[in-house]
């Protein structure tokens, strides 16, 4: 599998990335998957048979249950994966267990570690944005992590583009460590990313990490013009947290995801994670899997590259009006913006 740079930073990671919110099935997170350790530990191995070597998991994923399982499944491998977890989610009833101060990133980190089974975790990420701490105070306590060897590389999560853009001057200002990935919600559904956070990326040097790519089902073929939907697809047409998609502009591209796969003999899905391979500053795309045949079909995304005509024919199908400035930097003053 082709392997990227994580950013400007010297981590290679494979294209596409597994993630471990399957592993657990504690709480909410029984709605997403109910993985536990026999089969945890046999996806694990098919994900690093197939070239992957990024693991995604939080702490907040089944109330820790997820890092606890992907801890037991790494035993021996642990070396093989460049292990990524996140902090921020909400591990208790106290006040300050939740959000990214300093006393909760570094109590988080320490329960990671031992909730993973290991001595260090290579990339560790601030789950979500806090409004109520500031970002000096969350970025230093992530540099002494790092000083202390217990944390390798950092990056944040759902970020607004001006707040990951404070994040890197902040860091730069006063030599802290800098986020050198963002994990956000990318997929022909949901192009929003497209705005201000991957230009950010592409500017800053920071890799992104997308999550979402099959747009909670929409685009793995469930959803069909003239067909009936599945049982209980409200939330998947809302696609809340992350809003949803008119159903005309969805059938449309279906369509074409449909027509592509068929001439590329492989998935709907497939097409759909190997289009946001071919956009800028895109380190690896994250996909998660409830059994192997899920796994399996989901690597096969990265054994081929679309073609400029196809990606073409899916930008005009799911492109959406530009916001402003940027729709005046595509008309008015393109000459200075192309």
């Known amino acids: 599998m082709e392997r990227r740079l994580l950013g400007k930073s010297g981590l290679s990671v494979s294209v596409l990335s597994f993630g471990a919110m399957t592993f657990g099935g504690v709480g909410m997170m029984a709605m997403v998957g109910n993985t536990q350790e026999e089969e945890a530990e046999r996806l694990v191995n098919v994900a690093i048979d197939g070239g992957i070597n990024l693991i995604d998991t939080a702490d907040a994923y089944s109330n820790g249950r997820s890092e606890e399982i992907l801890g037991h499944a790494l035993k021996g491998k642990r070396h093989d994966v460049v292990l990524a977890t996140k902090c921020w989610g909400r591990m208790g009833p106290g006040p300050n267990d939740i959000g990214s101060s300093r006393l909760h990133v570094v109590q988080a980190c320490e329960a990671s570690l031992k909730r993973l089974n290991t001595d260090y975790i290579d990339l560790y990420q601030i789950h979500a944005f806090d409004a109520m701490t500031p970002l000096q105070e969350t970025l230093r306590a992530l540099d002494d992590l790092v000083s202390a060897g217990k944390v390798r590389y950092i990056g944040c999560s759902n970020y607004a583009g001006w707040q990951l853009m404070k994040a890197l001057s902040i860091s730069d200002k006063h030599g802290y460590e800098r986020y050198i990935s963002h994990q956000l919600y990318y997929s022909l559904c949901g192009r929003d990313a497209e705005t201000d956070l991957l230009p950010v990326g592409v500017d800053q040097g920071v890799g992104t990490i997308v999550w979402g790519p099959l747009a909670f089902g929409l685009l793995t073929g469930k959803f069909r013009r003239g067909k009936p939907d599945p049982e209980g697809a409200r939330g998947s047409l809302t696609g809340a947290p992350v809003g949803g998609i008119e159903r005309e502009k969805l059938d449309n591209i279906t369509d074409l995801l449909a027509e592509i796969a068929e001439t590329r003999n492989c998935s709907m899905g497939n097409v759909a994670m190997n289009y946001l391979l071919r956009k800028p500053a895109i380190s690896t795309v994250l996909f998660g899997a409830r059994n192997e045949e899920q796994l399996k079909d989901n690597i096969a995304a990265g054994s081929w590259t679309m ?32």
């Open 307 to 338: 073609n400029d005509d196809e990606l073409a024919k899916l930008d005009a199908a799911s492109e959406k009006p530009l916001p402003y400035p940027q729709s005046a930097f595509k008309s008015v003053f393109a000459e200075r913006n192309p």
